[in-house]
């Protein structure tokens, strides 16, 4: 049913970009992937790979020539960490970005065409315990969203809402929440909590150190979703005929102690927590997926057990990788410094 439909997917450099791209390949689209980087662990799939810089309207209108679809992911974005600590930066970027994109697409009369919302445009005044009543799509107003970040996100859907009803561009709105897997950014700052997770534990368990830190006293409550399941979403959403904004991520409430001890759990280990500072965002939050199996008739189904086994094998076979150079790099040194002086030397010696 796919097979020549002409796809673009902006941020295809980035993790759920990537994966897109290679699932809409196997469904027998014709992909365009656009990115100011290319991805990082693996090659794209895409047909064709652009390195635009998408907050310009001329590399919009580039990336969106002759495409039928748009699948809007490109954001400058990071885990809390990073969207706690930028929100100047993350504003500009993601209007230039989202706002560009939406009117190329215009433009280029694509005809459909899906954006990466977050969960982050809820409001925090219903968020603040962590035993939280899981979010309805209707309850994003009255608006209070987190960070610029979720400000963003909240006016992009509306500029979705009114590009469709005043131009006819047939927009989808996708509110994701914390989607994690393989081939994610796992260090560096802008990696998301199943990814620091992973990291941590995979470090205790290579360097026979149980001790993990865990960013506030570990009570704080999220949903997660793994990437498959996020990417039959986000098909499936771009093919109905709903346009307003739905959730798409589990509704499995955990603690982030309950996710270490999962983590834990998978690597065969048992850890220590140690608590220290750090951001946490809000204090709880989960998805109300009363919606999404109304509209899609189908919700998320791999469990966090299995999706976090997924994801730890790939990032402990990265974290072994980057402790054996450190090693191999640590080894040279050392013999270098060990190396019999050199003749020139001995000329100057004594
Ligand atoms: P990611 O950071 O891995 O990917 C985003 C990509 O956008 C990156 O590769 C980045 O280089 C690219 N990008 C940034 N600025 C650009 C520019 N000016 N021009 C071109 N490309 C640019 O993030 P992700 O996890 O794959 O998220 C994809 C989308 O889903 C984002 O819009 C994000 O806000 C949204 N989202 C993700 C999550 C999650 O849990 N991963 C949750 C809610 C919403």
């Known amino acids: 049913m796919s097979r020549g439909i002409r796809a673009l997917v902006t941020g295809a450099g980035g993790f759920i970009g990537h994966h897109l791209v290679k699932f809409l390949k196997a469904q027998g689209y014709w992909v365009r992937g656009v990115d100011r980087k290319l991805p990082e662990y693996a090659a794209s799939g895409a047909d064709e790979f652009q390195l635009l810089d998408l907050r310009k309207l001329g590399h919009c209108l ?10 809007a992911l490109a954001a400058d974005m990071g885990g809390m960490g990073f969207i706690s600590r930028h929100h100047a930066r993350i504003l500009r970027n993601n209007l230039l970005i989202s706002t560009h994109t939406l009117e190329a697409a215009r433009r280029n009369r694509v005809q459909r065409y899906l954006y990466a919302s977050s969960a ?13 009543a899981a979010l309805r799509e209707e309850d994003a ?11 963003e996100k909240l006016v992009t859907e509306r500029a979705c809402q009114h590009f469709r009803e005043d131009y006819g561009l047939e927009t989808h709105i996708a509110r994701f929440h914390n989607v994690y897997g393989p081939l994610g950014t796992w260090q ?26 865990i960013w506030g006293d570990g009570e704080q409550t ?9 990417l039959h979403g986000i098909v499936q959403l771009m ?12 509704d499995r409430l955990v603690t982030i102690n ?16 140690k608590y220290v500072d750090g951001p946490q965002g ?63 030397d001995e000329a100057f010696a004594g």
């Not at 700052?189 to 290579?206: D, S």
């Not at 999220?222 to 996020?230: A, G, M, Q």
């Not at 189908?298 to 469990?303: A, D, H, L, R």
């Not at 976090?308 to 640590?330: C, F, G, H, P, S």
């Open 141 to 151: 107003y009255p608006a209070q969203p987190q960070d610029a970040y979720g400000w």
């Open 282 to 344: 809000v204090r709880g939050r989960n998805s109300d997926n009363t919606r999404l199996r109304e509209v899609l008739q189908w919700e998320p189904e791999v469990t966090l057990e299995e999706g976090l086994a997924r994801t730890y094998r790939w990032i402990e076979d990265q974290v072994r990788i980057k402790l054996n150079r450190k090693l191999l790099a640590a080894q040279r040194r050392a013999k270098a410094r060990l190396q019999p002086a050199a003749p020139d």
């Open 120 to 132: 982050c445009v809820y409001p925090e005044y219903l968020q603040g315990q962590a035993e939280v």
């Open 258 to 273: 309950e996710l270490a001890d999962l983590t834990a759990a998978v690597a065969g280990i048992a850890i220590e927590k």
């Open 62 to 71: 580039k990336a969106t020539r002759d495409i039928d679809e748009v699948y």
């Open 188 to 213: 560096g700052g802008r990696e998301k909590a199943p990814a620091a997770m992973c990291r941590k534990v995979a470090l205790a368990k290579l360097t026979n150190n149980p001790v993990i830190e």
């Open 222 to 230: 999220r949903s997660f979703c793994y990437i498959d399941d996020c």
């Open 239 to 250: 093919h109905s005929d709903y346009h307003d904004p739905l959730n798409l991520g589990t």
